[in-house]
């Protein structure tokens, strides 16, 4: 009972000293022991510890001679079951780590639009939805990836060409998006509410569901990067 | 798979050596999901999502492979 204890006990002290603070400093609920997110990380990086501790194990017995039954046991869990667990949770944080505007800046390409993202003194459509915060989290993704399971499959396709442009610096200069930007984005959350009911005509959001009319023809720039600084760094020493 | 039969627990040399193998794809696939868990970043995502399931693919059919042997080898299967 006692090595469980420890354990869980262990895996507890992992996921509270992973656990981020609030990002705007408001105190946490009582009792507060992280979100599912930091438990998912805490509790991968414990696994991934004690997986790479028996395949040592393991590799020395195999070195010395043999296995044993129990090193067999061991050797079933440590490439079958450990492993398995740990690249779920990698894979479910690393997918939602994805998301984040933090994962989108990291390319240097991005950067200049996420600063203007996050100034306070910018008028783009990005800037105003962050400062305002009416999207919470995971700013660009909410933005640049449709709803629903196949959105989120086509915005990883999406990410992994962009970061192949990255890797080989043959980004287009000025960054244009893709495909015209779809109102169903936009409207998925102000279809229906009452400001936007109130300010649009009948036969506005007839034509802005249609798909006729623009949201960023009226409420654009969507962003106010400075081109300059998103050159890649080849093109900008030339 | 070839098993010493005064010790049923030694492994061939072929087999010692897939189960070697195994270990160290799961150790890379390991070491790739540590490192997406301490820092995700866009080049690790790419990685792990490429090389982690596709190498603990590999090690789990390099195991599969190292027990059906020895378990024809015992006459078991």
């Known amino acids: 009972m006692k090595p469980r204890l420890a354990w869980a006990l262990g895996l507890l002290a992992a996921a509270s000293v992973l656990a981020d603070p609030s990002e705007f400093g408001v105190p946490q609920p009582r009792g507060w022991i992280g979100t599912t997110e930091d438990w998912i990380q805490g509790v991968g990086l414990g696994f991934a510890a004690l997986n790479l501790v028996l395949l040592v194990w393991i590799w020395r017995h195999l070195r010395s001679g043999g296995v044993s039954t129990n090193s067999k046991a061991l050797l079933f869990g440590a490439i079958l079951v450990l492993p398995v667990i740990v690249v779920f949770l990698a894979t479910a944080h690393g997918m939602q780590e994805a998301m984040t505007v933090h994962s989108c800046g990291d390319c240097h390409v991005m950067e200049s639009h996420v600063a203007d993202l996050k100034d306070a003194k910018s008028d783009s459509l990005a800037a105003v939805h962050y400062k305002n915060r009416y999207i919470q989290t995971n700013h660009c993704y909410e933005c640049h990836s449709d709803y629903g399971m196949t959105g989120t499959i086509a915005g990883k396709l999406v990410g992994l060409r962009h970061a192949y442009y990255n890797i080989t610096d043959s980004y287009p200069k000025p960054i244009k998006i893709n495909h015209p930007y779809p109102n169903s984005r936009c409207l998925t959350c102000h279809a229906g509410a009452a400001n936007f009911l109130a300010k649009h005509e009948k036969e506005q959001v007839d034509k802005l569901m249609a798909g006729t009319d623009s949201c960023i023809d009226c409420h654009g720039p969507a962003h106010k990067a400075d081109e300059h600084e998103a050159a890649p760094p080849k093109q900008a020493a030339r | ?77």
């Open chain 2, 1 to 77: 798979m070839k098993t010493d039969r005064s010790n049923p627990t030694v492994l061939s040399e072929r087999g010692a050596r897939r189960v070697r193998l195994a270990i160290v794809f799961t150790a890379v696939a390991l070491v790739l999901g540590a490192a997406l868990l301490i820092k995700e970043t866009a080049y690790v995502f790419t990685a792990f999502m490429f090389l982690g399931p596709t190498l603990l693919f590999a090690a789990i059919v390099l195991l599969g492979w190292t027990i059906l042997e020895e378990l024809r080898e015992k006459r078991v299967l």
